[in-house]
Structure formats: C-alpha cells, structure tokens
C-alpha cells in the first residue's frame, strides 16, 4: 500500500504567526477597520483568506471581504520583501521529511497558503523535492473540503486507507476525516489539543519524532 503523511504548512511545519498577525492588521486599517485581537487572527489561520475574512468581518459584504483578502496578500508580500520578518521551519522538520523517504513514505502539503506563498516556503527551504503534491487554496474550496487531499491522493496513487493528514487546527482534522484519512494533530500551532481531539484527531503529537512513530502506528507498507 503507497503510504502518503499531507501536511498543512503555517503552524505545522513553519510558524508564521508574526507575519500573519501584522499583515491581517494592516488588511483592516486599510479598510478604516479595526483590527482583529491576534487571538482571532491566530484561530483562522489554515481557511482560505476570504473564509477567514468572512469570519473576521462578518458582514454580508462580499467586495468588502475580497478588499481585505487582496491587502492581506499585499501586506504579507511586502513583510517578505523586507526580509525583516521570517517563516522559520519548526525544528525537526527537515530530519522527519527525510526518515519518512527512508522509510518510503510520499509526502504532500494542503493548506489555506497560496500557491505563490507555498512556494516560497518549499524552495526558500531547499525541501520542494519531498512533495509529491502541493495543493492550496488558489485551487481548491477551503478547509474543511476535502478536495486538496482527493487530489493529493490522486497525484500519489494512494487510497485513503494508507493516507494521514498532519495539521495544527480543527480545519485539517475536519478535513481528514471528510476525506476518510487519518488525522494526526501536532501541539505546536494555532489550536489546542482538545480541539484537535473533538474534531477528529486519533491523536496529538507533541514533538517531530513523535509525529513520525505516529504515522507508522496503523499503516503498513505493502
């Protein structure tokens, strides 16, 4: 059976919350709005960004929500730019891709980042050759819709009874279990860990070494 762990990217394996949180306030001065607490901001993280906008601003307001998405996308480019700001890897994440290759597992990423923000992360970081699949928001319904992991199935040759979904929010565990997949939740992002438990997660790991005993607890390869 072709074994296939699809990661989500922001708060799974890197931490861009400073990013996030001041691109989202600047989203909203631009629009004479206040900004969201970053609590709020920190609980969207993994939607696409007009669902997100949606829940932020909850106004039936479309061309406002859009608005917001196009000056998060600009203000979090800029903030790249500058280079003052970082995307850093969680540590343990580039020593896990390569024993999970050993170990003949295929690895693909679904999260609420654009194809351009994915990217940037999988190239600025040397590990886009891990991926057999990197699918994202700009081409698919946001989490919890199980279309980013149909299609990184497909791409895998993979069946659900072999796949695992990694993430950090309710949103990739909810997803997981759309799909039929395992749901493994890690501690170190945006939701707690009960709410990972309530959404569907068999379990939360609580380091990179414990992630990868996890995923080869229930899988066999064959």
Not at 17 to 26: D, R, S, W
Not at 143 to 153: E, F, T, V, Y
Request: aromatic share 6%; charged share 25%; hydrophobic share 45%.
């Amino acid at each position: 059976m072709t074994r296939l762990a699809i990661f989500d990217c922001d708060g799974t394996m890197v931490d861009g919350q400073a990013n996030i949180c001041t691109a989202m306030e600047q989203a909203f001065v631009a629009e004479n709005l206040t900004p969201p607490d970053h609590h709020l901001t920190r609980r969207i993280v993994g939607l696409s960004l007009i669902e997100a906008m949606r829940r932020l601003a909850p106004e039936p307001d479309d061309a406002l929500h859009e608005r917001l998405a196009e000056n998060y996308r600009q203000a979090f480019q800029a903030l790249r730019a500058k280079g003052d700001r970082t995307e850093p890897l969680y540590g343990g994440l580039i020593e896990l891709l390569e024993k999970l290759r050993a170990a003949e597992w295929l690895c693909a990423v679904a999260t609420g980042k654009s194809d351009r923000g994915l990217k940037f992360v999988v190239e600025h970081y040397g590990i886009a050759d891990h991926f057999i699949s990197l699918q994202t928001a700009d081409r698919h319904p946001s989490k919890p819709h199980p279309s980013m992991i149909m299609q990184a199935l497909d791409d895998a040759g993979a069946a659900p009874a072999g796949a695992v979904m990694i993430g950090d929010t309710s949103f990739d565990m909810e997803m997981a279990i759309n799909a039929g997949v395992r749901a493994i939740g890690v501690d170190w992002g945006y939701h707690d860990a009960h709410e990972l438990h309530a959404a569907g997660a068999e379990q939360v790991v609580t380091s990179m070494d414990a992630l990868f005993d996890a995923l080869n607890e229930g899988t066999s390869h064959g």
